[in-house]
Nanobody, 113 residues
């Protein structure tokens, strides 16, 4: 069974940085993505990356500030987040993209103003 375990969240001031990690077990998938859910809103895709790590896509809101990367040999996916904004306080999740597999618990990424 596929499982995702996210880590790396924490409190950070506006303008700060966080690096999130995701460990996937139970099988590889071609595209992996990072998603986030802010209070009162639906989960949204932030970035995705292909298996080789040479194709990436970002939502417009994070372009130039976030970087997704992948260690395919170990089924790890990372999200480097820089210049964080208070509105990006959210729970961050990883999953296949599109998200066809079970969701993990996510990692909380609150940003203080």
């Amino acid at each position: 069974q596929v499982q995702h375990v996210e880590s790396g969240g924490g409190l950070v001031q506006a303008g700060g940085s966080l690096r999130l990690s995701c460990a996937r077990s139970g099988g590889a998938t071609y595209f992996m993505g990072w998603f986030r859910q802010t209070p009162g809103n639906e989960r949204e895709l932030v970035a995705n990356i292909n298996y080789m790590g040479d194709v990436t896509h970002y939502t417009d809101a994070v372009k130039g500030r976030f970087t997704i990367s992948r260690d395919k040999g170990k089924n790890y996916v990372y999200l480097q987040m820089n210049s964080l904004k208070p509105a990006e306080t959210a729970v961050y999740y990883c999953n296949s993209c599109p998200p066809d597999d079970p969701w993990g618990q996510g990692t909380q990424g609150p940003v203080s103003s």
